[in-house]
């Protein structure tokens, strides 16, 4: 059980470091807390709220995964190597690919109540 618990804390202390570290993973979470207010402001319905929270926690982790990529890749190679910057590009692909997923799934979910 303190073996889960000092899990968690790592698990947290990591995800506290991206939010500090990365101006991009500070403007997912202030884009999180909009949305979410904006939800419970509309009165989404249940499939609504699974389908944005599932959205969200895409993006979330995929950035979490993208600074720990970079991380790696600094560590590993601190000068310029055509890999190093492959690694990078990619992750950082992955993170627009969640991020353009989002933003369907919250047009698809928004604009509904917006024209109502
Ligand atoms: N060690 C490296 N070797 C080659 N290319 C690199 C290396 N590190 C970064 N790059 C490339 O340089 C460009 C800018 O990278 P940089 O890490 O500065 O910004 P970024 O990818 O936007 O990350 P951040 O979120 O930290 O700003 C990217 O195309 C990246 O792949």
């Excluded at 618990?5 to 470091?17: C, H, L, N, Q, T």
Aim: with cysteine; charged share 10%.
């Amino acid at each position: 059980m303190r073996r889960l618990i000092r899990s968690f804390s790592y698990a947290g202390s990591g995800i506290v470091s991206a939010v500090m570290s990365q101006a991009n993973m500070r403007i997912h979470a202030v884009c999180s807390v909009i949305v979410n207010a904006a939800g419970l402001l509309l009165g989404l319905s249940r499939m609504e709220w699974i389908a944005i929270i599932a959205a969200q926690t895409a993006v979330l982790a995929a950035e979490l995964m993208n600074t720990a990529v970079e991380h790696v890749v600094d560590l590993v190679s601190p000068g310029q190597h055509p890999l190093a910057k492959a690694a990078k590009d990619t992750a950082a692909g992955g993170v627009l690919i969640t991020a353009i997923g989002a933003v369907i799934i919250g047009l698809f979910v928004f604009i509904p109540h917006l024209c109502s």
